[in-house]
Every structure is written in structure tokens, then in C-alpha cells.
């Protein structure tokens, strides 16, 4: 993995596990950090030993609490858009991610920390977990995606009240609006149930979980014809080894070994 001052990286089993690591600004993620989420994340695209991911925050108060207020309070109109483009960028390239990455959401999720759990395929909460698009309150608006994977995520209605008032959420209320896939109890518990969604998405055929990654995104793609897509990568998928194998080994009765071919 690349060298990074604020991203730990350990890679056990196939799962590389990413903690921001500014404990002390509640991981707070500024420019820096980012560029070490975007280099990480071209990274894993290409490297064979990670077959998922799981992101979270450092201690046990914070997952992300926004973007960083310092940088944003000099902002100017020609660098804010770059700014939010920029963003919006590194946050694409976590949801396009071919492995599935999962956010583990220990306290404070606000901001851009809302918002990169949302660009994850899964969300996993401690029941400490809050969640928030607070940027109303510094007269701005969420720029790392917020307004439209909020927005998909949980419906236009609760979207813009939890963006127009900044109001936080507990890991219930998430749950509840399907901001959240589950909550656990502690961070250890968390990252536990992580491991096991993806050690069970280990065992199928990659290039099929890749093809759900392409097939779910492009329901958000407006200029994408979804259900096309969706036959499209039908197609790849019986090219593959692994289509062989996996249907084999049904017929043949015994568990199949996929390659990633
Ligand atoms: N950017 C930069 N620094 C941040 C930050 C952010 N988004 N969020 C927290 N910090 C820093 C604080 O400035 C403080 O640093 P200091 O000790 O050097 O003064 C440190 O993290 C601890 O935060 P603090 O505010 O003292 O903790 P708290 O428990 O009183 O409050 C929050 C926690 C999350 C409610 C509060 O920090 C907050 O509102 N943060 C900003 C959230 C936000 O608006 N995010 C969206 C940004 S677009």
C-alpha cells in the first residue's frame, strides 16, 4: 500500500482493513487524507491479495465528523467547486470499487463522514453511531455527493429535513430509514459482522460481485439504461471460469472454487 500519514492500512486474510487516524479532530478529513483515500483506493483495484474493504474511524468517538471546517472556512468560488468535484471523485471511486467495501461507523458520522459511508456498498453502525448533514449551520451545503446518495439512500422527504435542519440521527432512527445495514453493540461487534458479510462474499465468483457493483450504480446513472447494463454484464458473467465452475459444481453436487477468472 502506498505510504500514508493519516489512513492506517493492514491488509489480514484478503480484507484490508482503513482507519482514518486523526483521532484528535474527531478524523476529520482534510485534502491530505483524501488524496490518501484516492491512491488506496487505485490501488485495490489492481492488487490480487484484497478481496474486500473495511473503513473506520480511529478510537471510539468519531467515525468522521466532515470534511475539514478548517480548510473549507478558505474556500473561494473557482477552488469550492473544484473542491467538491474533488470529493465527489474519491467517493466515487470507493462506490465503484469492483471489491465490496464496507464502513463501520464508530460515533460521529457528519459531513463528508456521512457522506463516505454512504458512497461504501454496506454500512455497519456501533449503537453509539450519529449521523448527520450538519453544513446548513456553516451556511453551505453538503459537495461530497450527499445531496443525491442521501437522497436515494433513505427518500426525498427525510433527505431534506435531515439536510435542512442539520440535525443528527442516532444508529436507530438510520437503521430505520435504511441508512444502515445493522448495528452492533461495540466497534469490536462491528467490525466482526463486517468481516462476515464479506468472508461469505469471498466465496463467490468476483467477477459476479464486480458486475452487482456496475448493475446497482447504474440505477443512479441517469444516463445509463440500467436493465441494459444489467444484460450486459449477464453476458460478461457467462464468459467467465468462474460461470463454469459455479454451475459444474452445482450439477457435479460439491462446492464450487471460483478463480476470479
Ligand atoms: N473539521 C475540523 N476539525 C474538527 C471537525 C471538522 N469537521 N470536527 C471536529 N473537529 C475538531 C474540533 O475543532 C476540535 O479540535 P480542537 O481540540 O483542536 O479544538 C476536536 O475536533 C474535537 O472536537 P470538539 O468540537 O471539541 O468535540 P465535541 O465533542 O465538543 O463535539 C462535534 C463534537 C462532532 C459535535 C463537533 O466537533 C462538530 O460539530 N464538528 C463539526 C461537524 C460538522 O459540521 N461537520 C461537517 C463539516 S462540512
Redesign the pocket.
Known sequence: MAETKNILSEEKEGILYLTVNRE???N?LNFDTLEEIRNIFNEVVDNKEIKGVIITGSGE??FI??????E?AELNELNARKFAENGQEVFSLIENCHKPVIAVING?A???GCELAMACHMRVAVANAKFGQ??V??G?IPGYGGTQRLTFLIGRGKANELMMTGDMIGAEEAKRLGLVNHILATKEEAIAQAEDILKKIMTKAPLAIGMIVDCVNSVYNREENGYQTEANSFARCVKSGDYKEGTSAFLEKRKPIFKGE
Open positions: 484528535s479532530k474527531l476529520a468517538k468519531s465528523a466532515g470534511a475539514d471546517i478548517s473549507i460521529f457528519l459531513g463528508g450538519p453544513e449551520n456553516l453551505i
